[in-house]
């Protein structure tokens, strides 16, 4: 019965106490849960993988990624990609306010709510960029790659049509891991 | 009354890989996850020795590097979150809102859905035996020993009400649901029937699964302990670009709670389900069709078993168009019951169709509105000392409601929302409800609401018939009225640091018409029946927190309160006295340690404390879950959970209405691939 309850258990509270202490005087080093942005930084390296370039550039000249009005994905793209080279370049990641500031860019990452800018942008004049937004209708504004919030995964779905007028291959492994391809049907696919 | 599973509890559901690995501390999310921290762990009372086994164990991570070293599907299944742990709509809700999220039920290692309630601190969860439990939010919880029930509450699964209409209470053993699948829980203490449904009256739960768009591939689920044997098996797959399915079994054997003297208390019980769920579309237009059936077997002390089955089916089409957002949905759903000896079977069929509509009007304005009709259709084998006269009906309930949310300024917005709830018993009745929020800033909302709600009259109000021998002992009449409450609430949500937020909401509510038990007449003492005799007061609080102390630890505290100030009316008998309408705590509190340890180590524990009951009377008790969990890999997790550790065993509701609930342990594989 419930009475001396508390009695009872003041030892056992006591030894998972210690543990705790013990615990956190390690060195632990632990993970928690991402934030969406670190896990579209770590999709966006990945990607690079799996998606053919019409022009690969010169060697010495870095892999390019213009992030607009998105500082926090910026900040987890550099994070990321300082350890890495993307198809044998250097990498580097510029923060951008709007598509004028756009480079030689292999990337553009626009920030969820900024994907009908990409409406202003033309392929016949730049091809080989990977457009990439994270919002609702980021296809229907012109996005390659648009990210999605799924339950509480982030998955992303593919314009075919979209990758074909910017002059992109994407491997049919990326393919195959997208939530949704949309092929066919763009203006000029 | 509730029922379900074990105290001995312990199993988890498994997000499918989610890793706890991830990299940095996460921010405030731009979006909306309702979804929670990637963790998983348990570990079981002797935690020293564990625990001097993990500290030997402490490593360097560089959680950086892992994720940008997994596959792209790896990446899919990572669960993000931010340390507010609430989406950033939820952020805003004008309603004491909590939510328990997939991983906090992993982490957990719960094997059982009203088990997994107890991780809401605005409910209260009693378990009374092996399959039974009470499940009640902001007092009213009802009261046994008067046959007074709790039933107050909505409860859904996906969209499905699930609450019984014989009497309006939750039989727990009905609501399994595996709980890998399993997105989300939303937990709203006070009163939600304008939006939810009927008998929000003091509270909702809504469970909602995962897309079968993210359940792809296998998953195996498998544990044992002193108290119950289980296992879990899913298979999800896609057939074409726009569409994905699974399809799921699960069973378990529960033992037996035990009676004070530590011998079984004979209640032990086993379940089969199966069920599927196929989404199409992913975006603007869905489709969802999903089913389950089940049996179970539950044993007495004394006598012969008795049986429940159950069979649901339904289908939801969603479209998302620019202005609005459309659902309709219907479902069919049969739970059967078959007594000791085919004593007290019933038989009940719910039919539902709804359909709800959110459109903008304007900038300004989103307005929803909707209605639904549902058939309840029930037949019942009455044993000799309890009747429902008749034994069978079919009664409908329909509502039509709407609610505009006014945007009044960048910082305050305001609901007013009105249903007409059409009821069997009782027709149509006006539920409105008011809510302002004044959100400072994008870390501070508070809230003002004023509501009312009732619940219905069921046939156990009014038809039933109690005999003691030949004597009539009690008879329903079919007078009885709506039980009713204006519910008043304030409160407020806060991010005062990145690292911790807190909620708290203060309640008063009026009830009027509250059951109570009444004699025949001045000169007859029985038949006696159910008159609507009570009134008063109840007020109180909710309170929760989570506070990341630092990128491996969370702490979430949590506390309720509740005070009831009852009376009978003139000329009312006053048998069994206010104790009837709930044998309550007078304050229940919870708090929960959620560690990412290294080496994929996780280490989850919740101790929880429940205040004396008044009568019959129980005195406090504090209880303690642990459990341990090693993801082996990507693929693979093993754990151990204890449950109820500091005692050997603990009633939670007194005898006879409670058995004595046992510690136990439980050990656990989870392998999805």
Known sequence: ?189 | MPQVSALSDIREGFAPLSLPDLASPSRRLPIMDASPPAWTGLTRGLALPLAALLAAAVCRADPAEDLTTMSLADLAKVEVTSVSKTSEALQRAPASVYVITHDDIIRSGVTSVPEALRLAPNLLVTQTSSSAYVIAARGLGGNPAAQNFSNKLLILIDGRSVYTPLYSGIYADTLDVMLEDIDRIEVISGVGATLWGANAMNGVINIITRSSYLTKGAYLDVGGGNQQQFGDLRYGGSAGEDSAWRVYGLGFARGALQQADGSGAGDGWSKGQGGFRSDWGLQQDTLTVQGDFYRANQRTLDGPDSQISGANLLARYQHQGSRSDLQVQAYFDQNEQFGPGGNGAFVVHTYDASLQDAVMLGSRNRLVWGGGERLYSYGITNQTELLFVPESRSLTLGNVFVQDTITLSERVSAALGLKAEDDPFSGWTALPDLRLSYAPSDHLTTWAAASRAIRSPTPFDTDVVEKVGSLVFLQARPDFRPEQVRAFELGTRAQPLESLTFNVAGFYNLYEDLRTVEPASASSFTPLYWGNAMHGATFGLDSWASWQLNDWWRLSPGFSWVRERLKFRPGASGLLGAVQAGDDPSSHATLTSSMNLPRHVTLDATLRYVAALPSPALPAYTQLDVRLAWRANRRTEFSLRGANLLRARHAELPAPDGEQVPRSVIAEVRVGF
Request: charged letters at 25%; proline letters at 5%; zero cysteines.
């Open chain 1, 1 to 189: 019965m419930p009475h001396r309850r508390q009695r009872q258990f003041r030892p056992r509270l006591a030894g998972l106490l210690l543990a705790l202490v013990a615990l956190t005087t390690g060195r632990a080093s632990v993970a928690e849960p991402a934030s969406a942005d670190a896990v579209r930084a770590a999709y966006l390296y990945r990607f690079a993988g799996y998606i053919a370039w019409p022009d690969p550039g010169a060697a010495d000249t870095p892999f390019v990624i213009d992030v607009l009005d998105a500082p926090a994905m910026a900040r987890e793209l550099r994070r990321i990609l300082s350890q890495h080279v993307i198809h044998g370049h250097t990498t580097e990641v510029r923060e951008i306010s709007s598509l004028r500031e756009l480079g030689d860019a292999q990337i553009l990452y626009v920030a969820p709510g900024r994907a009908q800018v990409l409406r202003e942008l033309r392929p016949e004049r730049r091809s080989g960029l990977l457009l990439v937004t994270a919002e609702e209708d980021g296809l229907s504004d012109g996005s390659v790659i648009n990210f999605l919030i799924l339950d509480s995964n982030v998955r992303f779905e593919v314009s075919l049509a979209a990758a074909q007028r910017w002059g992109l291959k994407i491997s049919a492994d990326l393919l195959g891991v997208a939530v949704r391809v949309q092929r066919g049907q763009g203006q000029l696919g």
